[in-house]
């Protein structure tokens, strides 16, 4: 079978490989689509953390069943996706019931070759089905289900007011999830084109440019006075996490989904006097999956509003450093496999 290997930064080789065969415990799955992430871009730029090269990338996946050893409920053929977190199942996190942050965990397409290929092998554990959604709604649902389980940590309840900065694919489904929790979102950029497929395509009805003069200031009318009470940084920008302290209100909760490699910095008398909280999000659970399909189902996320860009297999190589590009528009890159 074709491969498509990051073989170091910013270069990529179509190799062949042998086609897995199945083992005990796994799945085969042909993979019809693949969605380019920003975990996809980064390790191809030589920024990604817990990355070693070469590596074949990709996770937001989805195909069709070929053979699963261990899973009597799945058919033969059907659409499906998967979780790609693989988890150990028996350390403190495993144990917890948080098997998105395992101590030992394996993302596919970051610690171990992930979905670049015309067939991928994976643990039958982390099959979902496909429940009559098309391939490229499948495909991104593990991109919805990132920001919906940031939403979940934050606890979000309605009536609230939530800032998610960074209007990138992973924010944007943030805001999408944070509004179906019953939240006011309030979108922050530096990118106006963004700002403007927040308001005309998802309906987000507070934007802010972070380059703007005065963002607390413009926080600050919105919420009259109070600020936001919940902020999910979705950017992975150093400067964006540390200034976004600032936006906090009093008593309110900063969740950190985007990820960086340097060290995060903030005033301690001002994070305490807020008795504020601080939290990670990594990655998401099944039942963040099912809520994800659940919501595309009810007509709550109209999934194929995020595709902008499509491209074959083929074309990977030729077109992936074009993505890297923010005048290019990208918010989602679809690949699809024959």
């Known amino acids: 079978m074709e491969t498509l290997v990051c073989t170091s930064p910013r270069q990529f080789a179509y190799q062949q490989a042998t086609k897995p065969a199945l083992t005990p415990g796994n799945a085969i799955i042909k993979i019809r689509r693949i969605g380019i992430c920003g975990t996809d871009l980064h390790a191809f730029e030589g920024t990604q953390p817990f990355f070693n090269y070469p590596r074949i990338l990709g996770h937001e996946l989805a195909g069709d069943l070929v053979e699963a050893d261990g899973a009597p409920e799945f058919a033969a053929g059907e659409a499906v996706t998967f979780i790609p977190y693989f988890n150990c199942g028996y350390c403190i996190a495993c144990r917890s019931g948080k098997p998105n942050c395992c101590a030992r965990l394996?993302?596919?397409?970051?610690?171990?070759?992930?979905?670049m290929v015309e067939y991928l092998s994976v643990p039958a554990y982390s099959l979902v089905?496909?429940?009559?959604?098309?391939h490229d709604e499948l495909a991104l649902v593990e991109p919805l289900a990132i920001g919906a389980?940031?939403?979940?940590?934050?606890?979000?309840?309605?009536?609230?007011?939530?800032?998610?900065v960074g209007a990138g694919p992973i924010g944007l489904g943030t805001?999408?999830?944070?509004?179906?929790?019953?939240?006011?979102?309030?979108?922050?950029?530096?990118?106006?084109?963004?700002?403007?497929?927040?308001?005309?395509?998802?309906?987000?009805?507070?934007?802010?440019?972070?380059?703007?003069p005065d963002v607390a200031g413009q926080l600050a009318?919105?919420?009259n006075g109070d600020m936001p009470t919940v902020v999910i940084d979705a950017t992975g920008s150093l400067r964006a996490i540390n200034t976004s302290f600032s936006y906090l209100a009093h008593s309110g909760r900063y969740i950190l989904v985007g990820l960086q490699k340097g060290d995060v910095s903030f005033s301690h008398p001002e994070f305490h006097k807020r008795e504020a909280?601080?939290?990670?999000?990594?990655?998401a659970t099944r039942?963040?999956?099912?809520?994800v399909i659940s919501s595309m189902k009810k007509g709550l996320v109209d999934p194929k509003t995020?595709?902008?860009?499509?491209?074959?297999?083929?074309?990977?190589?030729?077109?992936?450093?074009?993505w890297l590009n923010p005048a290019n528009g990208v918010i989602k890159a679809m690949v699809t496999m024959v």
Do not use: K
């Open 106 to 115: 394996q993302v596919s397409g970051v610690h171990i070759d992930g979905g």
């Open 129 to 134: 089905h496909g429940e009559g959604l098309t």
């Open 149 to 164: 389980h940031g939403v979940r940590r934050a606890e979000v309840q309605p009536g609230e007011v939530v800032l998610v």
């Open 175 to 212: 805001m999408e999830f944070a509004r179906i929790a019953g939240a006011t979102v309030i979108a922050l950029d530096i990118n106006e084109s963004r700002l403007s497929f927040c308001r005309t395509r998802l309906g987000v009805a507070h934007t802010v440019n972070a380059q703007s």
């Open 221 to 223: 009318d919105l919420t």
């Open 277 to 283: 909280t601080l939290m990670s999000s990594r990655n």
């Open 287 to 291: 039942a963040d999956f099912e809520h």
């Open 306 to 322: 995020y595709i902008t860009h499509r491209v074959g297999f083929e074309q990977v190589q030729a077109e992936f450093e074009h």
